[in-house]
């Protein structure tokens, strides 16, 4: 006899403010203990120096996490002029110091045009990425430092916020699969001094830009006052991919559908990911065909 999942059997994403010093998959863990939920998943890891919106799927949420992992993100970030560290934050030894007594806010703004835009970015070894089966940081924390290829990226939007006493604090808008100590040691190389991240917050995930986060000690205090109270804290599972178009299917194309069959849907968009509805609720993932029919990517299953 299979065994029986332990756990709640609930349906939806959380977005948490990550804590520093937590990594995702603790502080997963934890959002899962709370809830007391079958089945949970992240959408692609903050530093644990980082803090926060990570958005936690549960139940059949945890479907549309790729979707949210390839979305564009927003971070807020600090850097300390004048050293390099090995890790290229404050978490790591201080590996390199130069002088950036001179450097102004004018300096820092001329630099900005050459980090927006399509780039260029080479992985830090401190990374969770794979060479040979083994991830970076465990490499680099036995002291071996492997060639890394260099993956495009594309900053959308790069702010100067502050700049005071060779410390500066930006805002970026930026694609997945940006590394922000990357960005901030290449800026200081740019500038002729070295930098490192001090502080790193992320503000969004792809559509939930603006959106209230909630906390761990939220959720705890919430779990204190019943399942319902929590509950009240997940949002609708579509609302990951609410930027993609919608189509709504009438009884008959429903029905194909979820029999796995591509169907034609009148003024459906041309080309692209889509997302499915019946009358009654949010069936799953679509993809409009060469030939215009609407065909079942990922289907989820709410009830």
Known sequence: ?????????????????????????????????????QKAGHTGSLDPLASGMLPLCFGEATKISAYLLDADKVYRFTCALGKKTATGDAEGEVIEQRPFEHIQRADVEKILPQFTGELMQVPPMYSALKKDGKRLYELAREGIEVERE?????????????????????????SKGTYV???????GEVLGCGAYITQLRRLSVGPYAGHAMVTLDKLYELAEQGEAALDAQLLPV?????????????????????????????????RGMVRLYDAQCFLGVGEIQSDGKVAPKRLLHLG
């Open 1 to 37: 006899m299979s065994k029986k999942p332990r756990g709640r059997n609930i349906h939806g994403i959380i977005l948490l403010d990550k804590p520093v010093h937590l990594s995702s998959n603790d502080a997963l863990q934890k959002a899962k203990r709370i809830f007391s939920a």
């Open 150 to 174: 260099p993956r495009p990226v594309t900053i959308h939007k790069l702010e100067l916020l502050s700049f005071r006493n060779g410390e500066m604090e930006l805002q970026a808008s930026c």
């Open 181 to 187: 100590r990357t960005l901030a040691e290449d800026m």
């Open 238 to 270: 579509d609302t990951g991919i609410m930027n993609w178009p919608e189509v709504r299917l009438d009884p008959d194309s429903a029905f194909y559908i979820k029999q796995g069959q591509p169907v034609l849907v009148a003024k459906s968009p041309m």
